[in-house]
Structures are given as structure tokens and as C-alpha cells.
């Protein structure tokens, strides 16, 4: 069986190596030599011919310094890289969105320890942690079946029927928060001609809130930062922009209440009346 010598160590092959010129000096066929080894028949030449030359001799077979670019990131550096990601949300860390890519890891690293990486090194490094690109799940970090049974056994009735006792309504509030300054996946194109997709030149980001009602009833906002009272009231700003794709949006689910009411016929929200 041949081996491969790439995973031995520099000491063990160089000792390998000048144990095998030295048998064949002593008069053993070189190929019997590199066949106990279990290397490949042409190796034991190489050796022969390296050791051969003059004013290097055996010198030529001892093993030298790795060549190649150093490593960016000490072991204890990498482990370190494993533990943020695992089971942690990037935005814990200050950053803008919510899932781990290889840009947004790299982003983290060069905060952390002033290193700079590019992404295939990262990605190279993520392989070497045991991490792999997956769909995550989405479940809510607070989620606790038992509080969820007693809310809707207990909780959300209660609430119903003060609704009910005082003329109001109760709705489900969500927030998003949408950014146009990046073009995600992949499109079809011709080979060899990279294709254009143009995108905004200017970074914008907006922030909609809507709240929905079991009877189709909708309500939404849209606005810039974070959300106070002041910005409930406050005039949006006119022109072609990201806002008002969005409210338009918006605005076009509100038209639909059968839409709306369409969201409460998933199981998880069925206990969910007409109040």
C-alpha cells in the first residue's frame, strides 16, 4: 500500500529518508528499499539523486523550515472564533445582521484581534472548527412551552375579555427592518460575461412596524433609527426611495383584510378569536 508522505512530520521523514539512501549505499535494491517504506517506486530517486550532489550529500535530505504564509490566528485565537459563533446571534456582538456569513465572521474577527482575513481563509477556518452553512431554524429565544400553554389557556383569554368589556380591539405588533445597499444570491448569465445587477449607490436601511387584528383590521409605520413616540407623527420624506416601496407594500396588505385574517389560521395562533 502506498503513503501518503504528507501525513508524516518533517522528523519523521527526514529520518525516513536517510534511512533509506543508507540501505541502498550498503548495496539493497532502491526499489525493495521504497517498497518496505510503502512510498511510491520514483521517491527513493529523488532522494538518491538530492543526496548526490556534491557539497550537500546527506545535507540535502534533512528536513527544512515549512514555507508558505504563517498563520493569521493562534489555536487559542480559533477556539475563540468557535465560541462566539456557536450558538450566538451576530448582532450580539454589535453587528447589523443576523446570520453568521463568512464577511460578517471576518467583520468580527478584524474588530476582535486587528486580524484581517479574507473569505476563503475564513471559510477554510469555519471547515476547520467542524462549522458547516446551514438553514437555521427560526424560533423565538424566549420560547418556553410551558408559558406558551398557560398563555393561551389563561393569559390571552383574560385579555380578550377586557377588550371586549371596554369596545377596544387587540392587536399583533411585528417589527422588520429592511437594507438596499447589498444584492444577495445568484442570477443567470451568459458564460464568461459577468453579469450587472445594478443596485443603489447610496447605503439606505428602513425600519416598518404593522400590527394585524383577528378581524383583518391592519396597522403599520415605517420610519428611520430607533423607534420613539415622535416618530409616529413625524412626516416621511418625499422622493424614490426604499421607505416608500415599503409603505406601498404596506399599504396594499391593509387593502386585504382577508389576507390579514388568513394569518391566524396557522395552527400555532388558532386559539386566536374574533373578539
Known amino acids: 500500500m502506498k503513503r501518503d508522505g504528507?501525513?508524516?512530520?518533517?522528523?519523521?521523514?527526514?529520518?525516513?529518508?536517510?534511512?533509506?539512501?543508507?540501505?541502498?549505499r550498503e548495496g539493497e535494491a532502491a526499489s525493495s528499499v521504497i517498497a518496505s517504506y510503502g512510498f511510491s517506486r520514483t521517491t527513493?530517486?529523488?532522494?538518491?539523486?538530492?543526496a548526490s550532489k556534491p557539497g550537500v550529500g546527506v545535507k540535502a535530505l534533512r528536513s527544512r523550515p515549512a514555507?508558505?504564509?504563517?498563520?493569521?490566528?493562534?489555536p487559542r485565537q480559533e477556539q475563540q472564533v468557535l465560541r462566539w459563533i456557536n450558538g450566538r446571534d451576530p448582532r450580539q456582538y454589535g453587528l447589523d445582521f443576523g446570520l453568521w456569513t463568512r464577511h460578517v465572521v471576518a467583520e468580527l474577527i478584524e474588530r476582535k484581534?486587528?486580524?484581517k482575513l479574507g473569505v476563503t481563509a475564513v471559510g477554510e477556518l469555519l471547515s476547520k472548527l467542524g462549522l458547516t452553512p446551514q438553514k437555521p431554524l427560526q424560533r423565538a429565544y424566549q420560547r418556553d412551552p410551558?408559558?406558551?400553554?398557560?398563555?393561551?389557556?389563561?393569559?390571552?383569554?383574560?385579555?380578550?375579555?377586557?377588550?371586549?368589556?371596554?369596545g377596544g380591539e387587540i392587536f399583533f405588533w411585528d417589527e422588520s427592518g429592511f437594507r438596499a445597499d447589498a444584492v444577495h444570491g445568484k442570477t443567470w448569465g451568459v458564460k464568461g460575461q459577468t453579469p450587472i445587477v445594478e443596485r443603489p449607490g447610496q447605503r439606505q436601511s428602513i425600519s416598518a412596524a404593522s400590527a394585524v387584528t383577528?378581524?383583518?383590521?391592519?396597522?403599520?409605520?415605517?420610519?428611520?433609527?430607533?423607534l420613539n413616540a415622535e416618530l409616529f407623527v413625524a412626516l416621511l420624506r418625499q422622493g424614490e426611495k426604499l421607505q416608500d416601496k415599503i409603505e406601498a407594500q404596506?399599504?396594499?396588505?391593509?387593502?386585504?383584510?382577508?389576507?390579514?385574517?388568513?394569518?391566524?389560521?396557522?395552527?400555532?395562533?388558532?386559539?386566536i378569536t374574533d373578539c
Open 113 to 115: 484581534f486587528g486580524i
Open 214 to 226: 383577528a378581524r383583518g383590521g391592519f396597522w403599520y409605520c415605517t420610519y428611520e433609527g430607533g
Open 67 to 74: 514555507t508558505g504564509r504563517p498563520r493569521r490566528l493562534t
Open 6 to 24: 504528507r501525513r508524516f512530520d518533517h522528523r519523521t521523514l527526514e529520518t525516513i529518508r536517510l534511512m533509506a539512501v543508507e540501505r541502498v
Open 250 to 271: 404596506l399599504a396594499a396588505i391593509k387593502r386585504k383584510p382577508r389576507l390579514v385574517q388568513s394569518f391566524f389560521k396557522a395552527p400555532t395562533v388558532a386559539y
Open 146 to 166: 410551558e408559558a406558551i400553554e398557560a398563555w393561551r389557556r389563561e393569559r390571552f383569554p383574560e385579555i380578550a375579555r377586557q377588550a371586549k368589556s371596554c
Open 44 to 50: 527513493i530517486y529523488k532522494w538518491l539523486s538530492a
